[in-house]
């Protein structure tokens, strides 16, 4: 029971970080993020029951680093395995939403 409560609430203090640092469209605030940096965000948000986030994160995650299809990754993910995208993927179908990504 304790190990719950533990886990609880360092996920508490992780939503109250992350809310101080991004505005409510879920882009950052002051810096200048890579795809790397959100991939996560809307599994994140849908684990935490926080769908609000996770459709913000996938809004910005579309705007910011696909086009035509294709997610925009560092040079240096560019011959790795999909792990930025499988992470995209996830958090999408949780949502109930098709995608589908190809790398550039």
Request: glycine content about 8%; overall charge positive.
């Amino acid at each position: 029971m304790r190990q719950s409560l533990n886990y609880a609430e360092a996920l508490s203090r992780f939503g109250r970080w992350l809310a101080m640092l991004l505005n409510s469209d879920a882009s950052p605030k002051g810096f200048q993020p890579s795809c790397n940096s959100h991939m996560a965000l809307p599994l994140y948000g849908h684990a935490t029951g926080n769908s609000e986030l996770a459709a913000a994160a996938l809004s910005f995650i579309e705007g910011k680093f696909v086009c035509n299809g294709a997610l925009i990754q560092p040079a240096s993910r560019r011959n790795m395995m999909p792990y930025a995208p499988s992470w995209i993927v996830m958090g999408a179908a949780l949502g109930g939403i098709r995608v589908k990504l190809t790398l550039s």
